[in-house]
């Protein structure tokens, strides 16, 4: 009889907690798993100071006598201690980081819990949901194949599309004077064209020119493509006070105007880049499924950077706006652009 109550009990105890304690909004979780991912959940979720989650720590493979008590995140036992674990810290989630599922994934144990009320998550899924970003390094395509993202309605299409126009025709309309200045003091400033025309990836991996105000001097890559870096030497005095503005971006409401941009999407990148990158980052392509940007979630959420790594960190946000672009979504890029160039954050 004793066993009989002791889970139920519990399972009393536990959504006593969930409703009335004082401490309701912190919700237990442990994350079942090693690896890359639990790692960076973990951390994500330590950063977040508001978040909502309180991880307990990691239950991992094999058994718990094995497995250090110095590493971190925490572990707490193996498989065969978890519903020890979910007992003895009243855990409202189990959190799955599992990255090898076919053979590994306790599945009965799982289910269990889950007929028992206790929630059972996807860790991509709550990676993206407290981070902004995809973790992608361990994310199987049938995570993305199957996920409830990368809705196309007609109608939010058509309203995009709608504030693009409206905004880049009256935005280069209005700026005639500004465009002007600016032009003017390119050429006071050093010898060459005011527009700089360049190369750049676009919907499908269509190629289209993309323009800005020249920035850099006229033999900037006179030894061939190189990344833009912070504090670039081969900027000028004009140019640099544009970057840090982002004015120089501003001829690029003509590429918004022909279709060949948006004002918000994944920033276009050139194609000895893309070639380059494509190789090296998986999923890399997935950002052009959609119009590149004037600017991005990337822009308003990651540092500026020109690394392969600094591209890898960008993507998992590019990839969040795919999969997750509303019209809604667009409104706060654009606010925290705002928010952005006048701070001069990511100004290089």
């Not at 009989?4 to 006593?16: F, G």
């Not at 700026?175 to 003091?185: E, N, Y």
């Not at 052009?288 to 690394?307: D, E, I, K, M, S």
Request: hydrophobic share 40%; aromatic share 8%.
């Amino acid at each position: 009889m004793e066993k009989i109550a002791a889970p139920l009990v519990l399972d009393i105890e536990r959504e006593y907690d969930r409703q009335f304690s004082p401490y309701s909004l912190k919700r237990r979780a442990v994350i079942l798993g090693r690896g890359q991912l639990a790692s960076e959940l973990c951390q994500v979720l330590a950063e977040k100071r508001w978040t909502t989650w309180q991880v307990i720590g990691v239950v991992g493979q094999g058994s718990s006598r094995e497995m250090s008590a110095q590493e971190t995140p925490q572990i707490i036992g193996g498989y065969e201690d978890l519903g020890e674990v979910v007992d003895k810290f009243s855990i409202h989630a189990i959190v799955v980081c599992v990255e090898d599922r076919r053979s590994s994934l306790p599945v009965k144990a799982l289910l269990d819990f889950k007929a028992r009320g206790i929630e059972v998550i996807d860790g991509h899924q709550l990676f993206e949901e407290v981070s902004g970003r995809l973790s992608i390094d361990q994310l199987r395509p049938s995570a993305l194949i199957f996920s409830t993202g990368f809705k196309r309605r007609v109608l939010a299409r058509g309203l995009k599309r709608l504030l693009d126009l409206a905004i880049s025709a009256v935005g280069l309309l209005s700026l005639i004077p500004v465009l002007g200045l600016i032009g003017l003091l390119i050429k006071i400033d050093s010898p060459g064209p005011i527009f700089y025309r360049q190369m750049r990836v676009g919907l499908r991996g269509q190629p289209f020119m993309i323009w800005k105000f020249r920035s850099m001097c006229t033999e900037a890559e006179s030894n061939g493509p190189r990344w833009a870096v912070r504090n670039d030497p081969r900027v000028s005095r004009v140019g640099r006070v544009l970057r840090k503005s982002r004015l120089d971006e501003i001829p690029q409401l003509y590429n918004v105007l022909r279709g060949e941009m948006s004002l918000v999407g994944p920033r276009p990148e050139r194609p000895v880049f893309v070639s380059e990158l494509r190789m090296l980052i998986p999923y890399y392509d997935i950002r052009h499924t959609v119009r590149p940007g004037l600017t991005g979630w990337a822009q308003t959420q990651f540092r500026y950077g020109a690394t392969t790594e600094d591209a890898h960190a960008k993507l998992q946000y590019d990839l969040y706006y795919v999969k997750n672009m509303t019209f809604g979504l667009d409104m706060r890029i654009l606010i925290e652009t705002i928010r952005v160039v006048l701070l001069g954050e990511g100004a290089r």
